[in-house]
């Protein structure tokens, strides 16, 4: 009977101090899972700046090759209205 008794105890014994390893381990976990989490927020906040960012370059560079394509246009109106007034001269 004391033999079953001492068995039981270490047993408890060893149950408690597993419980209190998970434990340990869960709060080790948790804290790198806060960790990760605030993680994430960084990268999506960086994701969304960079986003921004590449429409703004998008668009400036829409608007270069319109610019590009009207002074094009322009050149070439210029280049004909010289000949017209070579060709007047």
């Given amino acids: 009977m004391e033999d079953q008794l ?4 270490r047993k408890i014994l060893e149950a408690i101090a597993l419980i209190q390893s998970l434990r340990r381990e869960n709060e080790q976990l948790s ?6 989490d605030g993680r994430l927020r960084d990268l999506q906040e960086e994701r969304d700046q960079l986003q921004r960012e ?4 998008q668009a400036a560079a829409a608007a270069a090759t319109d610019f590009e394509q009207k002074r094009q ?3 070439e109106k210029v280049a004909g209205l010289l000949e ?3 060709a007047m001269g």
Avoid: H
């Avoid at 001492?6 to 105890?9: F, K, N, Q, S």
């Avoid at 590449?54 to 370059?57: C, I």
């Fill in 84 to 86: 017209k007034l070579e």
């Fill in 6 to 9: 001492v068995r039981l105890e």
């Fill in 31 to 36: 804290a790198r899972g806060a960790d990760l």
């Fill in 73 to 75: 246009r322009i050149e």
């Fill in 54 to 57: 590449l429409q703004q370059a």
